[in-house]
């Protein structure tokens, strides 16, 4: 009788951990599959570089920035709140409106683990999604630390576009992640950036003709001045 009672303990143990650890392996299944991308994205913290000779600073709604003194300034209308075209050197800008009065959790509807916890900055919860990867997966993980996982990386490549390497950037009124080499080729960098409580959103664009240190400066320049302000 024990030896028939062996074979029905071990199957039951074994439902046992298929039920507890689905979440693991589901998870799994996506990595190796292919469904979900885990590959590692590059992160840092974003380093400012001065910008050199004289500037003019612009105003795009709420968002100010400054840019080089001899750049040539498109504004793409009358009253400058429909965003800019802007180019010096070999480098061209676009700074396109910010959004105002967004939903701070749109990006994060279906995804609970993602909700933003009490005194959590919006900033590190994207670098958290952006850092995150499939090193990070173990079996010996709760199932809640596997679903926190999934989701991270199921938002990632909405946050990312494509990106292999991010900076960080926090600042005192605007934060945001700068995506170099999106998908459409290394020469391009934007600036997905967002204030502090998520409710003003914009977007920023660079592409340079053939890039070089003092374009990537001048880059690192205009970002690190970038700041939201009151009409």
Not at 157 to 175: D, F, N, Q, T
Request: proline share 7%; hydrophobic share 45%; net charge negative.
């Amino acid at each position: 009788m024990c030896r028939c009672l062996v074979p029905g303990v071990v199957l039951a143990v074994v439902a046992l951990l298929g039920i507890t650890k689905a979440p693991q392996i589901q998870l799994d299944a996506a990595l190796s599959s292919g469904e979900l991308d885990g590959r590692p994205i590059q992160v840092a913290d974003f380093v400012p570089a001065p910008l050199v000779g004289q500037t003019v600073r612009l105003r795009c709604g709420p968002l100010v920035f400054d840019v080089p003194a001899c750049a040539e300034v498109q504004a793409w209308e009358p009253d400058q709140t429909a965003g800019y075209l802007i180019m010096v050197g070999g480098l061209r800008c676009r700074i396109l409106p910010p959004r105002v009065d967004m939903d701070p959790e749109h990006e994060y509807l279906g995804y609970p683990m993602l909700a933003r916890l009490p005194g959590q900055q919006e900033i590190d919860r994207q670098a958290a999604i952006c850092a995150a990867d499939a090193g990070d997966f173990s079996y010996r993980m709760s199932g809640a630390e596997a679903e926190l996982l999934r989701e991270r990386l199921e938002v990632r490549p909405v946050l990312c576009l494509g990106a292999r390497r991010i900076e960080i950037l926090r600042g005192p009124s605007v934060s945001g992640l700068v995506l170099f080499g999106p998908c459409i080729n290394r020469s391009c960098v934007a600036f997905s950036y967002f204030s502090a409580d998520n409710r003003i959103q914009g977007l920023a664009f660079f592409k340079m003709d053939n890039p070089c240190d003092d374009d990537l400066c001048r880059i690192r320049g205009i970002l690190g001045s970038f700041g939201l302000e009151a009409d």
